[in-house]
């Protein structure tokens, strides 16, 4: 059952907020009109339509039980076998951009000889999450993409290699690694973007793009250079339920951190005094939400939700974003107009500032 309330929200656009019995999955879906795309573009050689290229996938779990910090580890999906190797979920900044991306691509899609955004074949996907997400750029074909970086074993992958099918040389398909055992690839089986499991459609290979210092961790969560009169605002993902958390505290930061979230470092400073910033939970679906309004606190409240108190300040010259997916109920926040704005192209509505910040960090 879904109950809708729509309500204004100080200088916020007029919402919609849809309460919902179960967590539903992340995925951006944009309508789709082909344009005219010949598969002669494309001299990659993909796999035909057969029982292999489709038994591979795997939908995330994120119906099984509700999504809180307790529960929710990276990687962690509905059919999948246990990790590789003991760190091939860690994931550097780069690597959470690829992963948060090819998420994003979920469901688009495939289309031989299609090179995005609303359409894919394998090689294109790749293609264009290196590009879009980390500015990389990679050969059209996946022949010329496995000629990139440096060949990896299949048992020390790691979050951002690229995984091929067929002989070296004369590979017909490619798919992005996203940790413990999956991958992001354009099926042409099932006709669209999907997660796969290497345990039931197995590469042959491996090849890694990313650089040593692509790949390196960032440090954890910490108040070194808070000023005494700041709060750093830590921003947390989680790659299996692509939701962010925004927090004030170490404590839960490194908590979550722990839990298998990415620690995405400091979103924003915010002050010590000021409009107070509310901080609200739906223990129907694990979104988090923040306001400044308390008329839009006392309705989610009423509409089920939980007051978690004052999460921080608002208070300075810094707009803090907010923006909506209309298809998963998360809202996201961020300083960032460039990140603003990729994701209004992905479909997030874009819902006017939401408080301001003293500075970025």
Excluded at 70 to 88: C, L, Q, W
Excluded at 212 to 236: C, W
Excluded at 252 to 258: D, G, M, N, P, W
């Amino acid at each position: 059952m879904k109950k809708k309330f729509k309500f204004i929200v100080g200088s916020l656009s007029l919402l919609s907020i849809t309460l919902i019995s179960s967590p539903k999955h992340f995925i951006l879906k944009k309508p789709f009109s082909p344009p005219p795309v010949s598969a002669t573009t494309d001299d990659e050689k993909e796999f035909s339509v057969t029982e292999e290229d489709t038994r591979g996938f795997v939908t995330p779990n994120l119906e099984s039980e509700p999504l809180s910090n307790a529960n929710i580890i990276y990687g962690s999906t509905k059919g999948s076998e246990p990790s590789t190797n003991a760190t091939d979920t860690k994931a550097s900044a780069k690597q959470t951009a690829l992963v948060t991306l090819a998420y994003a691509q979920l469901g688009k899609p495939y289309y031989y000889g299609a090179t995005g955004s609303d359409r894919f074949d394998c090689s294109s996907l790749v293609q264009y999450v290196y590009k879009t997400a980390i500015n990389m750029s990679l050969p059209r074909t996946t022949t010329e993409q496995e000629k990139q970086g440096t060949e990896v074993s299949l048992g020390s992958l790691k979050v951002g290699d690229l995984l091929f099918w067929g002989t070296k040389g004369n590979s017909q398909h490619v798919g992005i690694y996203i940790g413990n055992g999956q991958y992001i690839h354009a099926s042409s089986g099932y006709g669209k973007v999907v997660i796969g499991s290497r345990t039931t459609y197995k590469p042959q290979f491996a090849r890694r793009v990313l650089s040593a210092a692509d790949l390196k961790d960032e440090e954890p969560p910490s108040t070194v250079g808070q000023a005494s009169n700041e709060r750093y605002i830590f921003r947390l993902y989680n790659p299996n339920s692509g939701l962010h958390h925004y927090t004030s505290s170490v404590y839960e930061a490194t908590q979550l951190k722990i839990a298998g979230w990415t620690y995405e470092r400091v979103g924003w400073v915010a002050p010590t005094t000021g409009t107070a910033v509310y901080r609200l939970y739906n223990p129907n679906n694990g979104l988090h939400h923040y306001t400044t309004s308390t008329y839009e606190r006392d309705s989610l409240v009423k509409a089920g939700w939980k007051n978690e108190g004052t999460a921080w300040m608002s208070g300075g010259s810094v707009a803090d974003y907010r923006l909506y997916n209309p298809n998963s109920g998360e809202h996201h926040y961020t300083t960032s107009a460039a990140e603003k704005n990729n994701l209004v192209k992905v479909g997030w509505n874009y819902e006017n500032i939401g408080w301001y910040a003293v500075r970025t960090f």
